[in-house]
């Protein structure tokens, strides 16, 4: 059993080790449960036990779906509201950072506020609890030569990885991970891996260049991947172009994001019958047979979705997470797996070669301050590196997937991916060290101190060290730590310490999983790092001026400590100062050090429209629990309105009382009237 169940004070704390999330449900009077069989749930579970209570308590704001015996959703509870339920038998679904189900056969209250959910039951009633990981992990993997063809035929597996062809799987927990690939000598499939009977295939001419950008979209309808003239998607005789007037890559993506909006919609049909946002705008505006489609065989569902014009479909469409150029070369299919495990939209590079002396650089501005400096070590000129331009996406984040250093976007390796894979649970506790090895940066080393570890009801261990020496600073590093912070000088002869330098490149072992090198031109030192053996983490590119940098890391601080991913916390971290853009996220940016309290890391904006009524707009961000297909519910007035992660939500007017009852809810990042500041901070409400 991957998960631990283990009575607390306050009642049961479910525990993930690997994933290191943990889900207290409060129990009034204690408990001491007893093993349970998992079999009894009509969700897959981990694992489960028993209780004797009258009442279960989550001290978290949640979404919970109600099912009966037969599977039908009888209530789904966001935020203020309650449903009374009579005495039957019935599924309670919990969406939290462990997945948890109750399995209940009495009455049923259901009280979701903004800050809990409280169940209630017939006095001493027997309360099944089974829990499920979100840990994602390949199931196997495949070896294949550079041949276009065995490639195909590789990618051709990804698709075994989806436990469903309906239109759930738009749902990131019904998409599996697709298998792992490695290059050899020849190809080799283990068993298990054929992809489903769906009738849909991908034909391609038999070049990298065309077989990368459609692995995604082969993952997501379960199609196989063949060789062909012209590109195009066959679903049992309906043929439809993927070299269109848009162009390959773009036609690409606009099926893929299309037919994904559309299983969300239609799944509403389904287990989730609740009021999508989506469906509201998207069902005026297209002749589709809903409930029909539901049943309907994914390539019956597909032709019909492809019958509708995307341009329709387009401003509803939610903000698509990550695009990935990922170079044509036969090494960067052993990435494709973790990139497509993301949907992310995969292109082939367009780019702009670049130098450091074009890179960003720090501004005249920055320097300006009294008494200001950079965070380089001394006074020397950028690593001559090779640099390149993405050219711009609409994805809220890009990735670069080859040899050359990205600008403006973020650069991932199969080498980080790996090494998540090799994790290893721990005791739950989440191990975060802090360094600070030049006194004149204490600000931001203060802020980190007080910030860090603040989360009450989660287990932490945070260390703070200063002016640690080159061997203090190598044991550092290579102890198990989920987060290393380091704030400090950094140049091309490593990261400084008080006797001298430590080069990353040179470490025998590195324990740390993330980390953040706020210093100037990290990027090698950061990358040797993900060498040796982390996952992810931010760096700099060039020179940082401090004052910037402490924004900046003040700022990411905050964000990761309230359960932003490494690529979302830059994103909102990043435009605190304008040295922001030298940062970037090297390995797996969608790891996080925190879980978040509302599994969906959510920014919210505010615009002041007069003294009495104000504007609020919530932003959400996926995560590792909250990926695209998700639903979001916004904390704002009693509604069950559900919307799609990622992207803007629905904008809100609301008078001043209403404001400071929101904004007392939780700690949260805002943006008011342009103003990056904290809800905790905001002192005239």
């Given at each position: 059993?991957?998960?631990?169940?283990?009575?607390?004070?306050?009642?049961?704390?479910?525990?993930?080790?690997?994933?290191?999330?943990?889900?207290?449900?409060?129990?009034?009077?204690?408990?001491?449960?007893?093993?349970?069989?998992?079999?009894?749930?009509?969700?897959?579970?981990?694992?489960?036990?028993?209780?004797?209570?009258?009442?279960?308590?989550?001290?978290?704001?949640?979404?919970?779906?109600?099912?009966?015996?037969?599977?039908?959703?009888?209530?789904?509870?966001?935020?203020?509201?309650?449903?009374?339920?009579?005495?039957?038998?019935?599924?309670?679904?919990?969406?939290?950072?462990?997945?948890?189900?109750?399995?209940?056969?009495?009455?049923?209250?259901?009280?979701?506020?903004?800050?809990?959910?409280?169940?209630?039951?017939?006095?001493?009633?027997?309360?099944?609890?089974?829990g499920r990981s979100h840990q994602r992990r390949p199931p196997a993997t495949v070896t294949t030569t550079q041949d276009p063809g065995d490639v195909m035929a590789a990618i051709s597996t990804f698709g075994s990885a989806l436990k469903t062809t309906s239109p759930e799987r738009s749902f990131p927990t019904l998409r599996g991970h697709p298998p792992a690939v490695e290059l050899g000598d020849e190809l080799r499939i283990p068993d298990g891996l054929s992809p489903p009977d769906t009738g849909v295939r991908v034909e391609v001419p038999p070049s990298l260049g065309h077989v990368y950008p459609v692995a995604p979209l082969a993952y997501y309808l379960g199609a196989e991947v063949v060789p062909g003239n012209a590109p195009k998607l066959v679903a049992d005789g309906y043929e439809h172009p993927l070299d269109s007037a848009h162009g390959f890559e773009t036609e690409v993506e606009r099926v893929l994001k299309g037919t994904f909006l559309l299983d969300c919609v239609t799944r509403t049909e389904g287990y989730y019958p609740v009021d999508l946002h989506e469906r509201r705008e998207v069902e005026p505006l297209v002749d589709l047979d809903f409930a029909?489609?539901?049943?309907?065989?994914?390539?019956?569902?597909?032709?019909?979705?492809?019958?509708?014009?995307?341009?329709?479909?387009?401003?509803?469409?939610?903000?698509?997470?990550?695009?990935?150029?990922?170079?044509?070369?036969?090494?960067?299919?052993?990435?494709?797996?973790?990139?497509v495990d993301d949907l992310a939209v995969v292109r082939t590079p367009s780019a702009t070669d670049t130098s450091a002396s074009n890179a960003p650089a720090p501004s005249s501005d920055e320097f300006a301050r009294s008494g200001d400096f950079t965070r380089s070590a001394s006074e020397s000129s950028p690593t001559n590196r090779s640099l390149v331009e993405p050219e711009s996406t609409d994805s809220l984040d890009q990735l670069w997937v080859g040899d050359d250093t990205p600008v403006g976007a973020h650069k991932a390796t199969a080498e980080a991916f790996r090494n998540r894979l090799e994790r290893t649970p721990g005791d739950g506790e989440i191990d975060i060290t802090v360094v600070c090895n030049d006194r004149a940066m204490d600000e931001e080393r203060t802020v980190a101190d007080e910030v860090y570890g603040s989360r009450e009801t989660l287990p932490f261990d945070v260390t703070v060290r200063h002016e640690l020496t080159t061997d203090e600073l190598r044991d550092a590093l290579a102890a198990d730590t989920q987060f290393f912070h380091y704030i400090g000088h950094i140049?091309?002869?490593?990261?400084?310490?008080?006797?001298?330098?430590?080069?990353?490149?040179?470490?025998?072992?590195?324990?740390?999983?993330?980390?953040?090198?706020?210093?100037?031109?990290?990027?090698?030192?950061?990358?040797?790092?993900?060498?040796?053996?982390?996952?992810?983490?931010?760096?700099?590119?060039?020179?940082?001026?401090?004052?910037?940098?402490?924004?900046?890391?003040?700022?990411?601080?905050?964000?990761?400590?309230?359960?932003?991913?490494?690529?979302?916390?830059?994103?909102?971290?990043?435009?605190?100062?304008?040295?922001?853009?030298q940062y970037l996220v090297v390995g797996d940016g969608n790891l996080d050090v925190v879980q978040s309290e509302s599994v969906i890391p959510v920014l919210v904006e505010i615009e002041t429209i007069s003294e009495a009524e104000f504007e609020l707009t919530p932003r959400s961000f996926v995560s590792s629990e909250g990926g695209l297909g998700s639903f979001v519910t916004p904390k704002v007035g009693p509604t069950e309105k559900c919307y799609l992660s990622s992207g803007t939500l629905e904008t809100y007017t609301l008078t001043r009382d209403e404001l400071r009852q929101h904004l007392m809810l939780e700690v949260m990042p805002l943006l008011f009237d342009g103003e990056f500041v904290w809800s905790d901070a905001v002192d005239e409400f």
């Open positions: 059993m991957t998960l631990s169940f283990e009575p607390s004070e306050a009642g049961i704390d479910v525990v993930d080790p690997v994933e290191r999330r943990t889900t207290t449900l409060a129990v009034p009077g204690g408990v001491d449960p007893t093993p349970a069989d998992a079999d009894a749930f009509t969700f897959p579970v981990d694992g489960a036990v028993a209780v004797r209570t009258d009442a279960v308590t989550l001290p978290t704001a949640a979404s919970v779906y109600v099912r009966n015996d037969a599977g039908e959703m009888v209530a789904s509870a966001e935020c203020g509201s309650r449903h009374e339920l009579q005495s039957a038998t019935y599924s309670v679904e919990l969406c939290t950072p462990v997945k948890l189900y109750l399995r209940v056969e009495s009455a049923v209250t259901v009280s979701a506020a903004f800050d809990g959910v409280e169940l209630s039951f017939d006095d001493d009633a027997e309360v099944l609890i089974g029909a489609l539901y049943d309907a065989p994914l390539a019956e569902r597909l032709a019909a979705y492809l019958d509708v014009s995307y341009a329709l479909l387009e401003p509803h469409v939610p903000e698509w997470q990550l695009s990935a150029r990922v170079a044509p070369d036969p090494g960067n299919v052993e990435t494709l797996p973790f990139v140049d091309e002869n490593g990261i400084e310490c008080v006797d001298g330098y430590l080069d990353a490149r040179a470490l025998d072992s590195v324990g740390v999983e993330s980390f953040f090198l706020n210093a100037c031109q990290s990027y090698e030192q950061g990358t040797a790092l993900i060498e040796g053996g982390a996952v992810g983490g931010v760096v700099t590119l060039n020179d940082v001026v401090n004052s910037g940098a402490v924004r900046v890391g003040k700022a990411m601080a905050r964000l990761l400590n309230r359960g932003f991913p490494l690529r979302a916390a830059l994103n909102v971290a990043q435009d605190r100062s304008i040295v922001g853009e």
